[in-house]
């Protein structure tokens, strides 16, 4: 199995968005308040506030950035252009609208895709443009301001987001994975496209993460993880034991450890190994699945009441597990859906991608797991394609 996808990002997995029968759950979606908090102040649930609104001070771990479209489509519907706006999503459930672009704009009608948002907060990547041959194109959009920056890689490259921590240049890859032989390598750019760096070549290139201070990048492998330096050069490779066709590093579980997702040889899915960074051998997170209702784990999320699974289920859904120390993984159901992927998190709650079967609208939320409580952070329209894309304030390690 190839895992090269960036779950809830730019790339989509193989098992993404054709999902089942939707449950009916009789939600109802919060009120829009007509007005937002005082500025300077949190969002709660259900409030819509401005960019001028927005406390930028108080950004961090649990905000995120969610691209909404309002374009419509599906079964037995007449397909409609519409809007596309950036909200700003807090912990509480409030949103801010940073920018709305009209169905007419080259962003709604490209479209432009959200690939990531930098650690100091001031800006967000968007990519259009690439289609095989076709170079890549990157906007960058000043949220305090509105203002749009862009430029146009070189062919075959691919933005994969900015460098960590503050977000001062972009990573990419440049190459074509035609086999899990294809070697791409990994390139530094300026935030005005210029080549600053190459990195390195690697085998069969995942995704990857970057350390906290921005130092080293674990990048995938065909047989594990390689730690590069962000200077230049492989740092040391570290093997999986028993991988032979491919890892992704999910993000780094503690300032030690590397999260990573990783091929399992004759088995639908993958299964979650933590790596030691120094080249200890590597600590398997979750079984390999074998049937029921979670086919293979690609992300985790460690909150207080319990490990929280990202994985695989049937028919091309995505499903949510929790794992106990001891025992048998349970499912985890979303009220209102069909599909969920988790896409943040913090101690006690989880940002939940609600996903229609039937529709194409896809909801956000959060999510208590262990009390139930849920919030609609932004509700779906009708026949709208809703949230297209989310990216969480940039998180390293567990919560």
């Known amino acids: 199995m190839r895992l090269r996808a960036k779950i809830g990002g730019r790339r989509v997995a193989g098992a993404a968005a054709t999902v089942a029968m939707a449950v009916s759950a009789g939600l109802a979606v919060p009120a829009m308040a007509a007005s937002a908090a005082p500025s300077g102040r949190i969002l709660s649930a259900g409030q819509t506030g401005t960019r001028a609104e927005v406390p ?10 969610a691209m909404y479209s309002a374009s419509q489509g599906g079964e037995d519907v007449t397909p409609k252009a519409g ?3 950036l909200y700003l999503v807090d912990p509480q459930g409030g949103r801010y609208k940073l920018i709305t672009w009209s169905a007419r704009s080259a962003q709604a009608r490209a479209p432009w895709n959200l690939v990531d948002w930098s650690g100091d907060t001031r800006r967000a990547l968007f990519s259009s443009g690439y289609a095989g041959a076709t170079r890549e194109h990157l906007h960058q959009l000043q949220l305090r301001t509105g203002h749009v920056s862009s430029f146009t890689l070189p062919k075959d490259v691919i933005a994969i987001g900015y460098t960590r921590p503050d977000g001062l240049n ?4 440049k190459g074509t994975a035609e086999s899990p032989t294809s070697k791409l390598t990994l390139q530094r750019y300026s935030l005005t496209g210029k080549l600053q760096k190459s990195l390195a070549t690697i085998t069969d290139l995942g995704q990857v993460a970057y350390e906290s201070g921005g130092a080293a990048i674990a990048a995938g492998a065909l047989r594990g993880l390689e ?5 230049g050069g492989v ?3 570290l093997p999986v034991p028993g991988v032979t066709e491919g890892c992704s590093p999910v993000r780094w579980w503690t300032t030690a450890t590397i999260l990573a997702s990783c091929s399992v040889t004759n088995e639908a899915g993958p299964r979650l190994w933590l790596v030691p960074a120094g080249g200890a051998t590597p600590t398997a997170l979750t079984p390999v699945r074998k049937g029921g209702f979670d086919l293979g784990d690609f992300n985790a999320w460690q909150l207080s009441s319990g490990l929280y699974l990202d994985g695989y289920g049937a028919c091309g859904t995505l499903v949510i597990g929790r794992q106990p120390r001891h025992g048998k993984e349970q499912m985890v159901t979303v ?3 069909a599909s969920s992927l988790i896409v943040n998190a913090t101690r006690s709650t989880l940002l939940v991608k609600r996903i229609n079967a039937c529709s194409p609208g896809v909801s956000l939320v959060w999510f208590n797991p262990a009390s139930r409580a849920l919030t609609v952070a932004i509700p779906d329209g009708h026949n709208q394609f809703g949230v297209t894309g989310v990216v969480p304030y940039f998180i390293a390690g567990k919560f």
Request: proline share 11%; net charge positive; charged share 15%.
């Open 235 to 237: 740092i040391r490779r």
């Open 56 to 65: 930028w001070s108080k950004i961090g771990p649990g905000w995120a950035l």
């Open 335 to 337: 009220p209102g859906a």
């Open 83 to 85: 809007p596309s706006t």
């Open 170 to 173: 972009i990573l990419a890859e």
């Open 227 to 231: 730690l590069i330096s962000n200077a």
